[in-house]
């Protein structure tokens, strides 16, 4: 039945998913499994990648044994599918036995905390050789399966407070809170928490990700390390050895949370645009919430879904991400047209069609991904307009804790916007909420020109082919405005419809050329505010 629906919502579109991949960057399932037909969510024409998600409980159920077989099975799946996964160990519920050996307090310091005696002393050296131990196991595994040539890479965790987290609350740092067990190796001298300790866990973790895997298999840190931390590992980054990931991606940083500013925030996505974007090393994004904002609870959401999954996307291709998670809740969508999830069902009708904007969103994803520091290869290049400075999803945080201070412009990919009299602050939530465009928008003042300038090395790669211009513009009564290419005005002719249109124009003698050495495209308006969402010059038949 799914199979059926997908070919119904896309069958007109899958010519436009087969590109010339640089290699496995793409769309990833994400969190899939427990679905009802979850094999399906593997086979959709966008999805290049799945994922495989295990406990450490159940990966050790004994001291000193390892359960490897499900991984196994799970792995000869990708293989026969011809697809690859990443392979993330978690520690949301640690080994039963730990916790007979290991300190533990009995307040869970996180909601990733799943064991029901509460946070293990994860510093304890106990704890530290468990999981170094566990990681040397891990590692042959991955070297003698022959399925491991479909993994794209291992999502690094330091599985110390559940499985990401590491600080310990001032609170609670006092060894006399923590329960010491009748079966730990008392002669080792308990250490009270400090940030040190954390970082030199840190730092353990890390040494053994890389000398166990790094020299076959690509390894996934989270970019939400300190800057101390980053700096000791830069040559490991520059070298392709370490890649980036988060599990934060959306249309903006996300609303700090207590004891982080949005300034730190902003640091996940700068990483990405340095490292990834530069073609430095690759980064991979997982989404914070679903398109509705459902992650266990439920976040603020100032736009439509369509508008919030869509623009989540380009920022991710803006910030150069190669490996884009999605999560299946998602995914659905854009097979039939339904969502469940945080106690909601919706389904297309009353003149919503989520399902295609869905489709849409990602089929504009899996052109792009990948291609962000190959411009020679890529199939295009586009600027998509907006302006914001402060986080808009406020998720209960004051918005003087929500200022940005770099991640504040169009979200952009091998071309951008010249200084111009154009404005998007504010400019929120434009046309109707069911399409996918306008969350964001620049307006264009009446009689200004905007002015756009492609990356040198795709206009070049252009030259034999032409060109495809394309604008998506508010379509109101009045604003009639030109594209001028090459010298030429084409005249776009507005019918009041008010909703988003896209304005289509072929060069096919050579591509584009600048008259004033600088833009490339001048959209130069009329006599009333003109509303524009995003230009993208593709590439034209030889």
């Known amino acids: 039945m799914l199979n059926s629906l997908l070919a119904q919502g896309v069958a007109a579109s899958t010519a436009q998913t087969q590109r010339d991949r640089p290699g496995p960057e793409g769309l990833y399932a994400l969190w899939y499994q427990k679905r009802e037909n979850a094999e399906v969510f593997l086979q959709q024409p966008y999805i290049v990648g799945g994922q495989m998600v295990y406990q450490w409980r159940d990966l050790e159920p004994e001291k000193g044994k390892y359960d490897f077989s499900k991984m196994a099975a799970e792995l000869e799946k990708y293989g026969r599918l011809k697809i690859y996964t990443t392979i993330q160990i978690n520690g949301n519920t640690k080994p039963k036995w730990l916790f007979a050996e290991v300190p533990c307090h009995p307040v869970k310091f996180s909601v990733q905390v799943r064991d029901e005696q509460g946070s293990l002393m994860y510093w304890h050296p106990t704890h530290r050789d468990a999981y170094i131990n566990l990681l040397k196991a891990f590692a042959e595994f991955v070297h003698t399966n022959r399925n491991s040539r479909y993994l794209l890479g291992i999502r690094q965790n330091f599985n110390g407070i559940g499985t990401e987290h590491l600080e310990i609350p001032e609170q609670n740092r006092d060894l006399q809170q923590w329960i010491v067990p009748a079966k730990a190796d008392h ?51 520059e070298s392709g050895r370490l890649g980036w990931f988060h599990t934060s991606s959306e249309l903006e940083p996300h609303a700090p949370e207590v004891g982080i500013n949005a300034e730190d925030v902003e640091m996940q996505y700068r990483r990405f645009i340095e490292d990834c974007r530069s073609g430095r090393t690759v980064g991979y994004a997982e989404p914070w919430a679903s398109a509705w904002g459902h992650h266990g609870k439920t976040d603020d959401r100032w736009c439509s879904p369509p508008q919030w999954f869509y623009w989540t996307q380009l920022n991710n291709l803006h910030c150069g991400v190669s490996y884009i998670g999605i999560y299946s809740s998602d995914m659905q969508v854009a097979i039939d047209g339904t969502y469940r999830g945080g106690g909601l069902e919706y389904k297309d009708g009353a003149g919503r069609n989520y399902q295609q904007e869905f489709i849409d969103a990602m089929l504009f994803a899996n052109k792009y991904v990948g291609f962000h520091h190959q411009p020679a290869r890529s199939p295009g290049a586009w600027v998509a307009f907006r302006e914001n400075h402060t986080i808009l999803a406020a998720n209960g945080v004051a918005e003087s804790k929500r200022k940005l201070k770099t991640h504040t412009g169009d979200y952009n990919f091998l071309m951008e916007r010249l200084p111009d009299k154009s404005r998007g602050e504010g400019i929120t939530n434009i046309g109707p909420d069911e399409k996918r465009f306008g969350a964001w928008a620049r307006v264009l003042p009446a009689h200004e020109q905007m002015r756009l300038r492609l990356d040198p090395v795709f206009l070049e790669s252009c030259k034999n082919h032409g060109v495809v211009v394309r604008l998506t513009y508010y379509d109101a009564k009045g604003k009639d405005f030109d594209v001028i290419l090459n010298d030429v005005p084409h005249r776009v002719e507005c019918k009041g419809q008010n909703k988003w249109e896209t304005k289509v124009i072929e060069i096919k003698d050579g591509g584009l050329k600048s008259a004033d050495g600088l833009a490339h495209i001048t959209i130069r308006n009329g006599a009333d505010a003109l509303y524009l969402h995003m230009v993208e010059v593709t590439r034209s038949s030889p």
């Open 187 to 237: 002669s080792i001298a308990l250490q009270a928490w400090s940030e040190e300790v954390g970082a030199n866990y840190e730092r353990l973790v890390l040494d053994n990700y890389i000398r166990l895997f790094a020299d076959s298999v690509r390894i996934f840190v989270r970019n939400n390390i300190s800057p101390k931390l980053e700096a000791e590992y830069r040559k490991e980054f």
